[in-house]
T-cell receptor, first 111, second 110 residues
């Protein structure tokens, strides 16, 4: 059974810092991994999707990497801004097609 | 582009009442799913469907029923609501890769 762990659970940083969010998963037989952002009281917004054959994916100030063999993915946020404050969730997709979620990292970026 | 639409956004039920949470998508996605999100528990899969006429159970299916008569719609039914079903419910759909989520239904059972 796939289990997903995200570290840290919460993070508070001053504006402008570069930061790394970590996601680990127990079953490396995945097809892809998706990173989401969730604002309080809102739904999930897709940020990045990495296919199992890819090592990384970039969108603006966000960069996600994937090391399938070790069961790890990281989300790198460059030059953080207060608008980046949200909960970040990772979800690997296995051969059943199901997305299994970690509990997320809640990020606060202080002005 | 509507994406994934969930209704209602908020609902209060009394214990024992039944209701249906609606989910519709306009992206012609085959795969749809329902999750519940609870503090400290993350998102947990309730039921999912790989296409019209096909449904299967997820991690926490008890107390919920689903059906998939069309590609667009995937309703979630609570037959007899219990306080333990107080949660935020999310519907998702996807094609081969990226998943898209609705804005959620916040359900309170009193």
């Amino acid at each position: 059974k796939q289990e997903v762990t995200q570290i840290p659970a919460a993070l508070s940083v001053p504006e402008g810092e570069n930061l790394v969010l970590n996601c680990s998963f127990t079953d490396s037989a995945i097809y892809n991994l998706q990173w989401f952002r969730q604002d309080p009281g809102k739904g999930l917004t897709s940020l990045l999707l990495i296919q199992s054959s890819q090592r990384e994916q970039t969108s603006g100030r966000l960069n996600a990497s994937l090391d399938k063999s070790s069961g790890r993915s990281t989300l790198y946020i460059a030059a953080s801004q207060p608008g980046d404050s949200a909960t970040y969730l990772c979800a690997p997709k296995g051969d059943t097609g199901k997305l299994i979620f970690g509990q997320g990292t809640t990020l606060q970026v202080k002005p | 582009n509507a994406g994934v639409t969930q209704t209602p956004k908020f609902q209060v039920l009394k214990t024992g009442q039944s209701m249906t949470l609606q989910c519709a998508q306009d992206m012609n996605h085959e795969y749809m799913s329902w999750y519940r999100q609870d503090p400290g528990m993350g998102l947990r899969l309730i039921h999912y469907s790989v296409g019209a006429g096909i449904t299967d159970q997820g991690e926490v299916p008890n107390g919920y029923n689903v059906s998939r008569s069309t590609t667009e719609d995937f309703p979630l039914r609570l037959l007899s609501a219990a306080p333990s079903q107080t949660s935020v419910y999310f519907c998702a759909s996807r094609a081969a890769t990226e998943a898209f989520f609705g804005q959620g239904t916040r359900l309170t059972v009193v």
